[in-house]
């Protein structure tokens, strides 16, 4: 798994809070234009197709939900993804 800069993963945080690019921006202290091209990477090195997929990778990664449960959604992306191997907190 590709690895994240300090700045990417503090935008992925931020980003699975529901935060939009201009709140993300103002949050970090840096341009919009910014946080896209952060996003962009966040999303080509973890192939990721949009900011939801990345919004539940940080969430699931920080242990979202606690307990499995087999129609949790983040359960079912794992699935359709082929991330059923992988050891997350889900």
């Known amino acids: 798994m590709p690895k994240l800069t300090g700045a990417e993963e503090k935008i992925l945080f931020i ?3 529901g935060k939009t690019n201009k709140e ?3 949050a970090l202290g840096i341009s919009p234009a910014t946080v896209k091209r952060h996003l962009e990477n966040i999303l080509k090195k973890l192939q990721l197709r949009n900011r939801v997929e990345a919004a539940i990778y940080a ?3 920080a242990g979202c939900p606690r307990g499995s449960h087999p129609h949790c959604p983040l359960e079912i992306w ?3 993804l082929n991330f059923a ?3 997350w907190a889900v």
């Open 78 to 80: 794992q699935k359709e």
């Open 15 to 17: 980003l699975s809070r």
């Open 24 to 26: 993300i921006a103002s």
């Open 85 to 87: 191997d992988e050891k």
């Open 59 to 61: 969430l699931s990664n």
